[in-house]
């Protein structure tokens, strides 16, 4: 860019001092990111800076269980460390609240690892019971794995104290308003829950059904078995089994030995070597280490909404604040929340996106404005690209239609730009290549007789030497016209004065400096006319490129939203035939209502995607009136109506 050359405009200097990015934070030890004080919960503003810090996708592993199970060794091994999270020695629960570590993520790059490790649940010093509630469902609420930790074997007196996933459609709603019946659809909790691990410790049994062996996940799934009859003590005991089966249909076991024979070790673990421990105990936990990093997923939201720190640290607090008014938390609100903060700053991320590396790449004056607008459609793609990427919930096209009318003015930021800087550098070199013919004409050097050629030498010799110069930029015949136009009376004077022509060869030359003029008047019509098409052809390119993203997008959205159906379909197909082999003919004929409403709601997500033309219709118009002014503005219109009319 040449010295002296405008500025950015104000927005785009606006957007560039706004948006401070701090990088992630890699801990050397977990900090308390949820306190649990007085029957309170209370997010601690620290952690949630660190959480906040981080824009990159997370997986986040919680941890819940009964207090003095060992929780905490777990997620210190998770995190490659022997200590972090506080072990203890004692009867007392060790972790208050919930604590939290962040990591770079040791197999998945440029993925954060976020381990939650909960206070233990029934702790007998708890003033309110009710907090244990809580604590596990912000940890499923929070986590894209959950790990459920006990003690010895799964089960009746394991599966009584698991009374917590029984609560989670009391603390948990999915939308704002219930179905027609006033009821929650349990399969819609799955796309929204974590995937389930139940992790058993000091298991001392054999895997062994009727004598056959079976892996730790069938041990799991056989515990999970429903109990036959219709007594209340029955089905109090099936309970917690139907819920895990229905709220985690991908479900995974870890059965551990004891770690050491050796008691006085037990009180201190994490200081005991490795070499110290059992030999089973070490290939049992890198197993399981090795299980949640390959398998944990990145944390998403239902229609596979990434998750980053931000915005987990948004949702938490959304959740923590809801709960502490005494409500219960909506996923359906929590999302829409988000959305409202994170659509907005996926606009300004694009708007910087584009400002900078228009900046960077745009070297002022470009010779024609169609180099700008070249560049100009390069930069557009990629901040409509990164703002696809960062929003979400757009159904109304309004933050889209934001960064629309935003790059526009920027890009006619650029254009105005390029232009000053054209025409200042043309100016200034004119001033330079005509300053000795300004002085002869001061000093009169032309009022003589055959002056008038001289003086034509010269501002020829001024013209040629102009061309010469390399880069003047768009302007450049422009300022030339305005310069030759300055010297026009003075021009007419020294051709008039000149003694040594004839009238007749005045006249000539006269005639012959008017058609010149009229000339480069039209060939800078031309220009502008050629310019307007350019720049129409610019909005055309824009309004493309902005329907080519959207649909993409609106495709991979309708792709995630069926994917999500079609899962919890297959898992309610797989628990209906569990049950029927289970015996429980009547449950899994209830299940048949369940399963049609799905089926439904895939048939109108497949029709959504076939007619996305109505859709597609109301943003084009959205967009229409946005990039093609005047006649655009009333065929926008149209679109918008016929959408409507058509859906």
Not at 457 to 480: F, M, S, T
Request: glycine share 4%; with cysteine.
């Amino acid at each position: 860019m040449r010295a002296g050359s405008a500025s950015v405009s104000i927005l785009a200097c606006s957007l560039l001092t706004q948006v401070t990015v701090i990088p992630a934070v890699f801990m050397e030890a977990p900090i308390c990111l949820v306190e649990n004080s007085n029957d309170e919960l209370k997010v601690n503003p620290k952690a949630l800076q660190i959480l906040t810090s981080i824009d990159k996708p997370v997986v986040v592993v919680a941890i819940v269980g009964l207090y003095r199970t060992g929780k905490s060794y777990l997620m210190n091994r998770l995190a490659g460390k022997n200590s972090g999270f506080s072990l203890g020695s004692t009867v007392q629960s060790e972790t208050k609240g919930i604590w939290m570590w962040c990591l770079p993520h040791p197999s998945k790059q440029d993925h954060v690892l976020v381990l939650l490790d909960t206070e233990g649940l029934g702790d007998v010093e708890k003033g309110d019971p009710k907090n244990d509630s809580w604590i596990f469902a912000l940890a499923v609420l929070l986590s894209s794995t959950f790990v459920y930790n006990s003690m010895n074997t799964i089960n009746h007196q394991a599966l009584e104290q698991m009374q917590y996933v029984t609560e989670l459609t009391k603390l948990i709603k999915i939308k704002s308003s219930p179905n027609v019946v006033g009821e929650e659809e349990s399969e819609e909790f799955v796309g929204f829950f974590p995937d389930f691990v139940w992790v058993v410790r000091d298991f001392t049994l054999e895997l062994k059904i009727d004598g056959r062996p079976i892996t730790s996940d069938e041990y799991l799934e056989n515990a999970l078995k429903l109990s036959k009859g219709k007594n209340p003590r029955v089905e109090m005991a099936n309970l917690p089994r139907e819920c895990i089966r229905k709220f985690f249909p991908k479900r995974k076991c870890f059965t551990f030995d004891r770690p050491t024979n050796d008691k006085s070790l037990l009180a201190h673990l994490e200081d005991v070597p490795e070499s110290q421990l059992e030999a089973s105990f070490r290939t049992q936990t890198d197993y399981f280490c090795s299980y949640i990093f390959s398998n944990a997923k990145p944390k998403t939201l239902s229609g596979g909404i990434m998750i980053n720190g931000n915005r987990l640290g948004k949702l938490l607090e959304t959740y923590v604040k809801t709960i502490s008014s005494g409500d219960v938390p909506c996923l359906e609100n929590a999302v829409l929340s988000l959305a409202q903060t994170e659509n907005p700053a996926a606009v300004q991320k694009a708007a910087q996106h584009y400002v900078e590396q228009m900046a960077l790449k745009v070297d002022f004056p470009t010779e024609t404005l169609q180099d700008l607008l070249s560049i100009h459609t390069e930069c557009e793609k990629e901040a409509l690209s990164i703002f696809m990427k960062h929003s979400f919930k757009d159904d109304t096209h309004k933050y889209q239609k934001d960064l629309v009318q935003i790059l526009e003015t920027e890009k006619y930021g650029f254009i105005r730009q390029n232009e000053e800087v054209s025409t200042k550098y043309c100016q200034d070199q004119l001033e330079h290549l005509s300053w000795s013919l300004k002085e002869a004409i001061s000093e009169g050097t032309f009022s003589v007789p055959g002056g008038y050629n001289i003086y034509r030498k010269e501002r020829e010799e001024i013209i040629n030497n102009y061309h010469q110069l390399p880069r003047k930029g768009l302007k450049a015949d422009e300022v030339l016209q305005r310069f030759l136009e300055s010297l026009a009376v003075t021009e007419d004077s020294i051709l008039q004065t000149d003694q040594a022509l004839t009238e007749q060869e005045k006249a000539l030359q006269a005639e012959q400096i008017k058609r010149e003029a009229i000339e480069k008047k039209n060939e800078l019509l031309k220009q502008e006319q050629v310019e307007m098409q350019q720049n129409m052809e610019a909005q055309q390119r824009s309004y493309e490129e902005n329907m080519n993203q959207l649909k993409k997008k609106m495709e991979e959205d309708t792709n995630k939203l069926l994917e999500e159906k079609n899962m919890m379909l297959e898992s309610k197909l797989k628990e209906q035939k569990q049950l029927m082999e289970e015996g429980f003919q009547k449950k899994a004929e209830e299940m048949e209502k369940t399963m049609e409403d799905l089926q439904t709601k895939i048939k109108v997500a497949e029709k959504n995607k076939s007619n996305g033309f109505c859709q597609f219709l109301d943003a084009l118009g959205t967009l229409l009136m946005v990039l093609l002014p005047g006649a655009g503005k009333f065929v926008g219109l149209g679109l918008k109506s016929l959408g409507n009319l058509l859906s």
